[in-house]
């Protein structure tokens, strides 16, 4: 059974940064598709960044110049690093994962690609 746990979601101003993490457990992150998703108030969940392997992260293109997505392989842990926060990337954060290393990053951006998925960490960024 594969369990993601997410933490560091929390209230910002905007400018400031947070970090959140995924602790997982069931499935090894150096061998797993590892995303992060988010849903802000009234709209579509959408993915942030993605990592897989080896392979050079990948970005919601919006996003790329101010969140970093990252992993603990020895904690097998991630954790996505936001700077410069927008009240727009208030939401709710995901993390998710699929036993696999997909191939075609066009994939890895996509929720119905990840079947296993975190509760959820609240992000808030106040103007």
């Known amino acids: 059974q594969v369990q993601l746990t997410e933490s560091g979601g929390g209230s910002a101003q905007a400018g400031g940064s947070l970090r959140l993490s995924c602790s997982v457990s069931?499935?090894?992150?150096?061998?797993?598709?590892m995303a992060w998703f988010r849903q802000g108030p009234g709209k579509g969940r959408e993915g942030v960044a993605a990592i897989v392997g080896s392979y050079v992260p990948t970005y919601a293109n919006a996003l790329k110049d101010r969140f970093t997505i990252s992993k603990d392989n020895a904690k097998n842990t991630i954790h996505l690093q936001m700077d410069n926060l927008k009240p727009e990337d208030t939401a709710m954060y995901y993390c998710?994962?699929?036993?696999?290393?997909?191939?075609?990053?066009?994939?890895?951006?996509?929720?119905?690609?990840?079947?296993?998925w975190g509760q959820g960490t609240q992000v808030t960024v106040s103007s």
């Open positions: 998710a994962a699929s036993p696999d290393i997909k191939q075609g990053r066009w994939r890895l951006l996509l929720s119905h690609e990840y079947p296993y």
């Open positions: 069931g499935a090894a992150v150096s061998s797993s598709s």
